[in-house]
C-alpha cells in the first residue's frame, strides 16, 4: 500500500467519523471532481480549447460539491447560481489581465527540469493558464457561497419578518469572516508551495525587482489576489440573491 493510498483511506475514515453519510458524500464529490480534472487535461492535451473545456468542467466541478455536500435545495440553488455568475465575471476579468501579463509558459526557474523535452507541444500556453486560474478559483468560491447562503437561510429560518436590510447586513457580517480566514489560506498556502524558492532566491542574493518580475512569483500571487477578488464578489453576490429571493417570498405571499 503506498503512501498515497494510504493517505487516501485515512481522509476517508475522518471524514465519514465526522460527519458520516455527509462525509461519505463529500468525500466522492471529490473523487469525481479529482476525475474531471484529469479528463479535462487529457481534453486539452488533445487539442480541445482549454477556456471552453475548463469553463463546462467548472461548472460541472460547482454543481457536484455544492450539491453533494449539502441538503438543503434552497440555499445550494442560491448557491450554485452566484457561483455561476462569478465565474462568468471573473473569466472576463482574467482572459485580458493574463493576456497584457504575460506570464504562461516555463519560467527561467524550470529550466533545468524540462532542458531534456521538447517544449513544442501544439497547446496555447495562454489558454492554458487562463484556464488553470479559473479553476483555481473555484473552491475559494464554492466554500464562501455555501457558507453565506446556509448562514442567511438558517436567519432567515430563526427570524421569519427580519427586514431585507437587516439581512443584507447580516450577509455582510459573514462574508467579513470568511474573507479573513480565506485570505490567510490563500496567502499561507501560495507562501507555503513556493518556501524552497524563496530560500533559493534569497541565497542567491536575488534583489526584490527580480521577485517581482519573475514568472513564478507573479504568477502565484496573481492567482492569490484573483481569489480574493472571487471571494469577495461571491459574499456581494450571494447576500443580494438571498435578499432577492426573501423579497419575492414575501410578495408571491402577500
Same mark, same amino acid.
Given at each position: $500500500?503506498? *503512501? $498515497? *493510498?494510504?493517505?487516501?483511506?485515512?481522509?476517508?475514515?475522518? =471524514?465519514?467519523?465526522?460527519?458520516?453519510?455527509?462525509?461519505v458524500y463529500s468525500f466522492i464529490s471529490l473523487v469525481i471532481n479529482f476525475s474531471l480534472l484529469f479528463i479535462t487535461v487529457?481534453?486539452? @492535451?488533445?487539442?480541445? /480549447?482549454?477556456?471552453?473545456?475548463?469553463?463546462?468542467?467548472?461548472?460541472?466541478?460547482? @454543481?457536484? *460539491?455544492?450539491?453533494?455536500?449539502?441538503?438543503?435545495?434552497?440555499?445550494?440553488?442560491?448557491?450554485?447560481?452566484? *457561483?455561476?455568475?462569478? $465565474?462568468?465575471? !471573473?473569466?472576463?476579468?482574467?482572459? /485580458?489581465?493574463?493576456?497584457?501579463?504575460?506570464?504562461?509558459?516555463?519560467?527561467?526557474?524550470?529550466?533545468?527540469?524540462?532542458?531534456?523535452?521538447?517544449?513544442?507541444?501544439?497547446?496555447?500556453?495562454?489558454?492554458?493558464?487562463?484556464?488553470?486560474?479559473?479553476?483555481?478559483?473555484?473552491?475559494?468560491?464554492?466554500?464562501?457561497?455555501?457558507?453565506?447562503?446556509?448562514?442567511?437561510?438558517?436567519?432567515?429560518?430563526?427570524? /421569519?419578518?427580519?427586514?431585507?436590510?437587516?439581512?443584507?447586513?447580516?450577509?455582510?457580517?459573514?462574508?467579513?469572516?470568511?474573507?479573513? =480566514?480565506?485570505?490567510?489560506?490563500?496567502?499561507?498556502?501560495?507562501?507555503?508551495?513556493?518556501?524552497?524558492?524563496?530560500?533559493?532566491?534569497?541565497?542567491?542574493?536575488?534583489?526584490?525587482?527580480?521577485?517581482?518580475?519573475?514568472?513564478?512569483?507573479?504568477?502565484?500571487?496573481?492567482?492569490?489576489?484573483?481569489?480574493?477578488?472571487?471571494?469577495? $464578489?461571491?459574499?456581494?453576490?450571494?447576500?443580494?440573491? !438571498?435578499?432577492?429571493?426573501?423579497?419575492?417570498?414575501?410578495?408571491?405571499?402577500?
Amino acid at each position: $500500500m503506498t *503512501t $498515497m *493510498t494510504s493517505l487516501t483511506l485515512i481522509l476517508a475514515l475522518l =471524514m465519514f467519523a465526522t460527519s458520516g453519510r455527509n462525509g461519505v458524500y463529500s468525500f466522492i464529490s471529490l473523487v469525481i471532481n479529482f476525475s474531471l480534472l484529469f479528463i479535462t487535461v487529457v481534453l486539452i @492535451a488533445g487539442g480541445v /480549447p482549454a477556456i471552453g473545456v475548463s469553463f463546462f468542467s467548472g461548472i460541472c466541478i460547482l @454543481a457536484i *460539491t455544492i450539491y453533494m455536500g449539502n441538503s438543503g435545495e434552497s440555499e445550494t440553488d442560491i448557491a450554485f447560481l452566484a *457561483t455561476i455568475l462569478v $465565474m462568468i465575471v !471573473m473569466l472576463l476579468l482574467i482572459v /485580458p489581465i493574463e493576456h497584457a501579463a504575460q506570464i504562461q509558459g516555463f519560467s527561467n526557474e524550470d529550466s533545468e527540469e524540462i532542458e531534456a523535452f521538447n517544449l513544442a507541444v501544439g497547446v496555447n500556453f495562454e489558454a492554458i493558464m487562463i484556464s488553470a486560474t479559473v479553476l483555481s478559483t473555484l473552491g475559494a468560491i464554492a466554500e464562501a457561497a455555501i457558507a453565506v447562503s446556509s448562514g442567511l437561510q438558517e436567519i432567515i429560518e430563526q427570524k /421569519p419578518e427580519i427586514e431585507l436590510s437587516d439581512l443584507r447586513k447580516s450577509g455582510r457580517n459573514i462574508g467579513q469572516q470568511i474573507m479573513g =480566514m480565506t485570505f490567510n489560506t490563500l496567502f499561507f498556502g501560495m507562501f507555503g508551495g513556493n518556501l524552497a524558492l524563496f530560500i533559493l532566491l534569497y541565497k542567491l542574493q536575488a534583489s526584490f525587482g527580480y521577485y517581482l518580475n519573475s514568472k513564478i512569483f507573479v504568477g502565484e500571487t496573481m492567482l492569490v489576489l484573483y481569489a480574493s477578488i472571487a471571494v469577495i $464578489m461571491i459574499i456581494w453576490v450571494t447576500s443580494e440573491l !438571498m435578499v432577492h429571493k426573501l423579497a419575492r417570498q414575501r410578495k408571491k405571499n402577500k
